[in-house]
């Protein structure tokens, strides 16, 4: 069985749940390993949270975010608009690739 978009969305969390939550698990942990800890926990815990990961098509899997991520760090920990920006942009294609990786599709 290939995947499609209409059947991950519709089992992203009932069947597919617990392949998303390795995914996220294994993206943390190799940001984890490169990145400041306390940016990375902040931005899993504070952003990555309320992220939406969708499957597209053709091996593109995207990752929707929720707004405002510059006020949900805020307080959290401190850091530019640019570094957060940039360490995020990272992550998330981490995370990507982490998807593409446990759903077994190539890119």
């Not at 800890?37 to 902040?42: A, I, P």
């Not at 608009?81 to 995020?88: A, F, N, S, V």
């Amino acid at each position: 069985m290939s995947l499609d978009p209409e059947t991950f969305e519709e089992q992203k969390y009932v069947d597919y749940f617990p392949k998303l939550q390795q995914a996220y698990k294994s993206a943390f942990n190799r940001m984890n390993e490169r990145y400041d800890s306390t940016l990375v926990h902040g931005i899993d815990q504070s952003i990555l949270n309320e992220s939406e990961p969708h499957y597209e098509g053709d091996g593109e899997f995207t990752v929707e975010l929720p707004d405002d991520p510059h006020d949900r760090i805020d307080g959290v920990v401190v850091v530019s608009d640019e570094k957060l920006d940039e360490l995020l942009d990272v992550y998330v294609e981490e995370l990507k690739t982490e998807l593409r990786r446990v759903f077994d599709v190539p890119e």
